[in-house]
């Protein structure tokens, strides 16, 4: 009954990626914006895929800067399916005994957040290809990860962000740029 939920769970998350990928192409991806705070949208999406890092013996851990970050007008849903979506790319090409790392940090009049795994960095070309989509799922004969990287992509520049991958010879870092709330930036300075 187990094996049969979990299929069926990710069944229906396919498919919601699908539709919401569709809609985004077509400029129709709809985005409810909300002034939030961001910790709680990246502990939640650690807190998901846990399970899974366990499983594939990776660690995965939550990395934030002692004080609070500034907030962000953002679609919660939507970040938050960005960065599993991150989690899970990293995860279907972890090795056993590597580690995730998601972290955020204010960078000029944005927050970025990095999921980050040390181990056996991205090919160059596989960089180069991360968020391409229909070439992927050529390439590689699957649509899943292509289509929900490709759809991270869209949500996050629907809300004003941009997504990037970065390689170095201890490991690879998928990231996600978010303009801070201009007011919460008010707030802080009166």
């Known amino acids: 009954m187990e094996t049969i939920l979990r299929n069926t769970d990710k069944a229906l998350s396919f498919a919601q990626d699908f539709f919401d990928a569709s809609r985004a192409d077509l400029g129709m991806l709809a985005c409810e914006r909300e002034r939030q705070a ?31 970050l500034p907030e962000v007008d953002v679609d919660g849903g939507r970040v938050q ?17 590597e580690q995730l790392r998601v972290r955020a940090r204010p960078e000029g009049g944005s927050l970025r957040v990095e ?4 181990g056996v960095p991205l090919s160059d070309e596989e960089a180069e290809l991360t968020f ?4 992927r799922a050529f390439r590689e004969k699957k649509l899943e990860d292509p289509l929900r990287l490709g759809l991270a992509r869209q949500e996050v ?24 709330a201009l007011a919460s930036s008010v707030g802080i300075q009166a």
Do not use: K, W
């Not at 399916?81 to 005994?97: C, K």
């Open 38 to 68: 961001l910790e709680p949208l990246l502990a939640n999406a650690v807190e998901h895929n846990l399970e899974a890092a366990g499983t594939a013996s990776v660690a995965l851990s939550l990395e934030l800067p002692d004080g609070p």
């Open 81 to 97: 399916h960005a960065v599993e979506a991150f989690i899970r790319h990293h995860l279907l090409r972890a090795q056993a005994g």
């Open 115 to 118: 999921v980050r795994r040390d």
């Open 132 to 135: 391409a989509r229909e070439e």
């Open 157 to 180: 520049e629907a809300l004003g962000g941009s997504v990037g991958v970065t390689t170095d010879a201890g490991g690879s870092t998928l990231f996600l740029t978010l303009p801070i």
